[in-house]
């Protein structure tokens, strides 16, 4: 994959808080399908790293780049934010959907507004990925109606229904009953193998294990050891990350 252009690149990516510097000098590629997994302790800037890559977080300095879009000018033109989130999908742990919209209209919405599309494009993409997630007979429900896993997996079709280059994913089942997780990393898996880029914060190990090609661990802002997630999972060279997978094992 190397001999490609990565799709996101952090150059000494720093960002800080005031006086708190959250990232102290990210220097990462990412490259198209990847399957990538961010892991760390809770307050290690994984959650302020991602949030960088679709500019919901300016950064203080160093230089980032999705896909083509350079992210380290302090001010980007309304009409490249735009063509931003159009190519890269994110998916919150709190599903972050509209509760007095049907399922189908949470759905519909962004590609009708943004894309500009009509009316029946919308809903025949809608129902695609609603049946893609295993929600069809959601469509017609509101949000209230749905158990945490389906929330999730309709913010995932929802994500698709953008037709983005690359997905984000903040802690996508973390706030889930454990009994519903499964439904989305599912999903979840089902992108990888598709061939979706995929960034993923995430303390599910397994998934890291099984379905990323690589893995992150973030440590205190800094990338602590990185490379192929079986590798560093079941062989991890730092001290750090030996301890961070002894807890997350027990």
Same mark, same amino acid.
């Given at each position: ?12 990516? =720093? ?5 708190? %510097? ?16 961010? *892991? ?16 919901? %977080?300016?950064?203080?300095?160093? !230089? ?11 001010? *980007?033109?309304? $009409? !490249?934010?735009? $063509?931003?989130? &159009? ?46 997630? #295993? ?15 389906? /929330?999730? =997996?309709?913010? *995932?079709? =929802?994500?698709?229904?953008? !037709?983005? %280059?690359?997905?984000?994913?903040? %802690?996508? &089942? ?15 898996? $089902? ?10 914060? &995430? ?23 990185? #490379? ?13 990350? /030996? ?8």
């Amino acid at each position: 994959m190397s001999s490609f252009a990565p799709v996101i690149s952090f150059d000494n990516l =720093r960002k800080s808080y005031g006086s708190l %510097e959250v990232l102290r000098g990210i220097t990462a590629s990412l490259y198209k399908k990847d399957v990538v997994s961010i *892991i760390g302790t809770s307050g290690c800037g994984k959650s302020t790293l991602l949030r960088c890559c679709n500019r919901l %977080e300016t950064i203080n300095s160093g !230089k980032l780049k999705v896909i083509d879009i350079d992210l380290s000018e302090p001010k *980007i033109s309304s $009409q !490249k934010l735009k $063509q931003l989130r &159009t190519k890269v999908g994110m998916v919150f742990q709190q599903f972050n959907l509209f509760p007095h919209l049907s399922v189908l209209h949470n759905l519909m919405l962004a590609p009708a507004q943004v894309l500009k599309e009509s009316k029946l494009e919308c809903r025949d993409r809608a129902l695609h990925y609603l049946d893609k997630v #295993g929600l069809s007979s959601k469509a017609d429900a509101y949000p209230e109606q749905l158990s945490g896993g389906q /929330k999730q =997996r309709v913010a *995932i079709a =929802r994500s698709l229904c953008m !037709k983005p %280059e690359i997905m984000l994913f903040d %802690e996508p &089942t973390s706030a889930l009953d454990p009994e519903l997780v499964g439904e989305v990393l599912t999903v979840m898996k $089902q992108l990888a193998e598709e061939g979706m880029t995929m960034v993923v914060v &995430t303390h599910e190990m397994q998934f890291a294990r099984e379905v990323a090609n690589r893995v992150i661990f973030l440590n205190q802002g800094v990338v602590e050891e990185e #490379g192929d997630a079986r590798e560093v999972l079941t062989n991890p060279q730092c001290d750090r990350l /030996k301890g961070f997978l002894s807890r997350m094992n027990n």
